[in-house]
């Protein structure tokens, strides 16, 4: 190697090694965890399934709350949400399980209302799912997505508020296109 070569490589080396090592430093820094509340039902329970080990292997801790009954409709969110607003004491106001809450599971499976689980934390990301089989029909989306949107707003207006879309059915689905097609 020449000494001009030489020169040269230790030159770069002086000149990047600090950001490297700012960098390596920065990257073993404890991050604060995302917070994520998802509302929806059972597909939101399966895209949840992975979302806390993939974020772990990024190196992003994440707390999430599934508000995701099976079967529910941005109608029935909605109606919960209402519901609770109206009588606190109702049960059909609370019907969010802490099964899917670890850091605050009540062993007794305590039920939260939308507004209870938005004032528990400080979620940086709220999102929303449709009913898949109505997920595809923009008539079923109002006025009740508009109505969650602002509880969310209210409750935690620092949350990002996010549109979780469904996977399609296959075309060859029996019911694919037909209206009012259900799972059988």
């Known amino acids: 190697m020449t000494t001009r070569r030489f020169l040269l490589l230790l030159g770069f080396l002086i000149l990047t090694l600090p950001a490297g090592l700012v960098r390596a430093q920065d990257d073993t820094a404890e991050k604060p965890p995302l917070r994520l509340l998802a509302i929806g039902n059972s597909f939101t329970g399966n895209a949840m399934s992975f979302f806390p ?54 062993p007794k499976t305590k039920k939260y209302s939308l507004r209870q689980v938005l004032e528990s934390e400080k979620w940086d990301v709220v999102t929303l799912q449709q009913y898949s089989l109505d997920s595809a029909k923009p008539e079923t989306f109002e006025p009740y997505a508009t109505t969650l949107i602002d509880t969310i707003r209210k409750y935690a207006p620092q949350a990002r508020i996010l549109l979780f879309q469904t996977w399609a059915y296959r075309e060859d689905y029996p019911g694919y296109g037909k209206d009012g097609f259900t799972l059988q």
């Open 53 to 106: 080990k993939m974020a772990a292997a990024g190196g992003q801790p994440v707390v999430v709350f599934q508000a995701a009954p099976g079967g529910w409709t941005l109608k029935r969110h909605a109606e919960a949400a209402q519901a609770f607003d109206a009588n606190p004491d109702a049960a059909v106001g609370s019907p969010y399980s802490s099964t899917f809450y670890p850091s605050r599971h009540d």
